[in-house]
């Protein structure tokens, strides 16, 4: 049994699509087998929100009058990158304000900051935008000082790098007789606590392992709104270690998104202070996958039992680059809160929400349903496993 | 009896009254100030306990209410806003006394104020600011 892409699509657009969630799917084809579930589902959702760092935002703010070339710029007093042209600029998820004591006085708390610029400019409120500029014949403006608003912007891209790891690394602190501060969170000293980020089961390319109907071109919910991969994310790597079912275990595959902030959602792009360490953004990201044939399902049926994470020391190994995963660690374990490790049962934590997860999952699923969201066939692939 | 604490905010005008001398006299209720910022003729703000019966104590605040006093209601020292909370559960491992948990079905972070210890351990492994300190971030 297969199906296309277009035939797929025209049972979204008669209302009559069968569309399920990652989570729910799993259960399905254990009950009914990959064959039957193939048949009768069309489409599978899944759902992941959680901080991923390298994300930001390109926007264009129109021309001044008179026309100013911006050189340096900020917004909500937070540095943005404009050696582009003469009104474009892009503001990273991590940037702080230039007065920002950072972690001068450890561990900083790093209160606002590019995510956060992102999240208001999302939420519609006035942000303060100031630049500055050496003035030339065409663009002869030096300084602005103004409010914006994202709906008086000419464009508002989110444009990130690097988001959705396929699978990612369990943080703990083995060494360090303290608590230490981390972009995974505090880890309390003698494996105190053990934080992961992913979203199991649910998480977009977890469900498809090989980047099968996941590529460029692919349409997708991201941050409430339409986006796009529009190439490997930063880091894409697939020859990352796997399993016998073919399922990375370790951070592996990465997708670069992009949208339209003008449709985008604050409940679903937030910004996070992670205390000691910095910025970030929390991105929604829900990624449709079509049941193309059997195999496809059959990926999609992968259950948190079945994916494995591995656990790093943050304390001593991962800072300096050496060592090796102290253990490998299941999702379903990792969500029971609690894993054993060396013997001692330590208390696991999350910074993916697996509420938000399922939420966007079940939101995506609705779009679909509703036929108001078409699949797209990539135009290319993301590049594979050199050897499957 | 009844031990309540309360954030109170009062505007500028109704600082310039002896509010808390009357909630005394008035209410057979003693008043524990644990931290003021009051200045004459700018909004002030206050952090208290109130102890008494519990029908005065509900009498008390009903008179702090009809005067125009805003008040909050902490669960001891430490605040949870929900709507700020994206209920990743960053938070709950760092909770020994397990007021902070994730609920297995919903997956929703749950917040149990009577196991609160109020020791704010919590505060800085929220990404999010969702979990605030009441004398930090209000007073």
């Known amino acids: 049994m297969t199906k296309t892409y277009e035939e797929i699509n025209e049972k979204i657009k008669r209302g009559k699509a069968v569309v399920v969630t990652a989570e729910e799917v799993t259960g399905i084809v254990k009950k009914k087998g990959a064959r039957k579930a193939a048949e009768e589902i069309d489409v599978v959702t899944t759902g992941t929100f959680g901080p991923m760092c390298s994300s930001g935002a390109l926007l264009n703010t129109g021309h001044t009058k008179p026309k100013m070339n911006f050189k340096q710029a900020?917004?909500?007093?937070?540095?943005?990158?404009?050696?582009?042209?003469?009104?474009?600029?892009?503001?990273?998820?991590?940037?702080?304000?230039?007065?920002?004591?950072?972690?001068?006085?450890?561990?900083?708390?790093?209160?606002?900051?590019?995510?956060?610029?992102?999240?208001?400019?999302?939420?519609?409120?006035?942000?303060?935008?100031e630049a500055t500029s050496y003035g030339t014949q065409c663009y002869p403006r030096k300084e602005i000082a103004i409010k914006i608003n994202i709906k008086d912007l000419r464009s508002a891209t989110l444009l990130n790098p690097r988001n959705a790891y396929q699978n990612y690394n369990v943080a703990v602190n083995a060494h360090a007789k303290h608590p230490i501060y981390t972009y995974m969170g505090i880890l309390r000293?003698?494996?105190?606590?053990?934080?992961?980020?992913?979203?199991?089961?649910?998480?977009?390319?977890?469900?498809?392992?090989?980047?099968?109907?996941?590529g460029i071109g692919t349409r997708i919910f991201l941050g409430g709104g339409t986006g796009y991969v529009f190439y490997p994310g930063t880091q894409h790597d697939p020859d990352t270690e796997r399993n016998e079912k073919g399922v990375p275990t370790g951070g592996a595959g990465t997708l670069a998104l992009v949208g339209d902030m003008k449709t985008m959602?604050?409940?679903?792009?937030?910004?996070?202070?992670?205390?000691?360490?910095?910025?970030?953004?929390?991105?929604g990201i829900g990624v449709?996958?079509?049941?193309?044939?059997?195999?496809?399902?059959?990926?999609?049926?992968?259950?948190?039992?079945?994916i494995v994470a591995p656990v790093w020391d943050?304390?001593?190994?991962?800072?300096?680059?050496?060592?090796?995963?102290?253990?490998?660690?299941?999702?379903?374990?990792?969500?029971?809160?609690?894993?054993?490790?060396?013997g001692k049962e330590v208390e696991t934590a999350s910074l993916s929400s697996i509420m938000m997860a399922r939420?966007?999952?079940?939101?995506?699923?609705?779009?679909?349903?509703?036929?108001?969201?078409?699949?797209?066939?990539?135009?290319?692939p993301l590049p594979r496993a050199s050897v499957t | 009896m009844l031990k309540k604490s309360a954030i109170l905010h009062f505007s500028s005008t109704l600082v310039e009254k002896p509010i808390i001398s009357d909630l005394i006299?008035?209410?057979?209720?003693?008043?524990?100030?644990?931290?003021?910022?009051?200045t004459p003729e700018e909004d002030g703000t206050m952090f208290i306990q109130v102890e008494g019966k519990s029908s005065d104590v509900g009498k008390a605040f009903s008179y702090l209410e009809g005067l125009g006093v805003k008040l909050i209601f902490p669960a001891k020292n430490l605040m949870w806003d929900e709507k700020k909370c994206t209920h990743c559960?960053?938070?709950?491992?760092?909770?020994?006394?397990?007021?902070?948990?994730?609920d297995e079905k919903t997956k929703m972070v749950v917040f149990n104020t009577e196991r609160c210890i109020a020791c704010e351990i919590c505060i800085p492994a929220c990404p999010f600011g969702a979990l605030q300190s009441v004398t930090d971030e209000l007073l």
């Open chain 1, 74 to 129: 900020w917004l909500n007093k937070v540095p943005t990158y404009c050696g582009i042209a003469a009104v474009d600029l892009y503001i990273g998820a991590t940037s702080i304000p230039d007065d920002d004591p950072a972690n001068k006085v450890f561990p900083g708390k790093f209160k606002y900051g590019g995510g956060h610029v992102i999240e208001d400019l999302i939420a519609g409120k006035d942000i303060s935008f």
């Open chain 1, 189 to 214: 000293p003698n494996l105190g606590n053990a934080n992961y980020c992913s979203a199991g089961q649910l998480s977009p390319l977890l469900n498809d392992p090989n980047y099968r109907t996941i």
């Open chain 1, 265 to 283: 959602n604050a409940r679903f792009i937030r910004g996070a202070s992670m205390t000691g360490y910095g910025v970030s953004l929390a991105v």
């Open chain 1, 288 to 306: 449709p996958i079509p049941v193309l044939d059997e195999d496809v399902i059959i990926s999609c049926a992968i259950s948190d039992a079945e």
């Open chain 1, 314 to 342: 943050y304390s001593q190994d991962y800072p300096e680059f050496k060592g090796k995963p102290l253990a490998y660690v299941s999702y379903a374990d990792l969500k029971s809160g609690k894993i054993n490790l060396r």
């Open chain 1, 359 to 380: 939420e966007i999952a079940g939101t995506l699923k609705k779009w679909i349903k509703d036929g108001k969201f078409l699949l797209t066939r990539p135009s290319a």
């Open chain 2, 25 to 38: 006299r008035n209410h057979k209720v003693s008043v524990n100030i644990l931290q003021a910022s009051i």
């Open chain 2, 89 to 102: 559960g960053a938070c709950v491992a760092q909770c020994l006394p397990r007021a902070l948990t994730v």
